[in-house]
């Protein structure tokens, strides 16, 4: 898994809605310019909504990697 | 014609799992997200939907039968909801849809929900409902669509044929639906898509509903009541109880194949203590309110109900209340 230099791993896997959101936007507040955040979720919606809501806020959204049955992690590059 | 009930609840949890139709969800992203994405899918529904149920019974095929407006219930008992729903992690359809994806806490939430709702509504706590059901107001419509001594609607308010009333009220909806930014998101069912499938499932579901003997359309308190019913007393499966199992069944049917399924838990328990509380608010909230965001805000607004509209904008206040002291503050 050593893809991206990923300085922040946010395991929301089973948090109920909108949990994962709200944890994703709280965790790039706190990071600095070009540090990498993983998310790593187990909801489909998640998967869908946030990478919109990222890219609102103006981050990068690396790669959505698909890790296993109906889980994936988000890679996030700060702004 | 029990199990047309199960079959239109079957449709509806697909429709419901791939569209990711969740009425917590369409509250609470335009607070929090500032993404319009499911509120438009909303708006866009109802406003298809207000016609059809309209064009339909001028046509004669179904009666229409708003509910009642009821100042106290549907102010309070409806923020009572709006509140539980964001402790419950979704409203009614969404912890319902979520059973069948296989969301733990959505099982727990389900079940306080459906325990709650059968407790006010003829169980230990009916006193509420009884003292509540008094400030009922009934009314005789001028236009012939209507049940006579239901609830009033927009057509009532405003003299004119609901016809008429319908078209206004849909192309509110659809300036806001169609003028305005839309915010993105990669789905399986497309917003319009889904939204033309429920507002014509909505009209197909009171079609049968009201051949089973049920005037009314989609719903989920009055289906979890009557599954607590069952399990607990002689009671039979009504169309209600048998369209919310349905749900479960089509979420799990549209899960399974979306390869979608899977035992979601939370890691740190009290979430399970959250979901709980939040049922049981919303089993509280939806039984004085008459109904839950499918029966008052997609059924009922469509009828344009002004029981469901007052119901609905405080359905947002406790879901923005709640969302605000949860998620909100930085």
Known sequence: ?79 | MVWTGLLVGILFGIILQRGRICFNSAYRDVLLFKDNYLLKLYTFAVGLEAVLFVVFAKLGVITLNPMPFNAIGNIIGAYIFGLGMVLAGGCASGVTYRIGEGMTTSWLAGLSFGLTAAAVQGGVLSFLQRGISKFNVMVNHASEVYKQGSGATLADVFRIDPLLMAIIFAAALWIYTFATKTTKRETKMDWRLAGILLAALGVFAWWTSSHAGRIYGLGITGGWVNIMNVLTTKAKVNWIGAEVLGIIIGAAISAVAGKEFKLRMPKNPITYVQVLVGGAMMGLGASLAGGCNIGHSLTGVSLMAISSIVSTIFFILGNWTMAWILFGRK
Not at chain 1, 15 to 27: S, W
């Open chain 1, 1 to 79: 898994m050593a893809k991206y230099e990923v300085t922040k791993l946010l395991d929301v896997r089973g948090e109920v809605c909108p949990v994962p959101d709200v944890e994703t936007k709280r965790a790039l507040k706190d990071m600095k310019s070009g540090e990498i955040l993983c998310v790593w979720i187990d909801y489909p919606m998640s998967k869908e909504r946030i990478p919109e809501t990222v890219k609102s806020l103006g981050h990068e959204v690396l790669e959505i990697e698909e890790v296993g049955p109906s889980e994936w992690k988000i890679y996030i590059k700060v702004k």
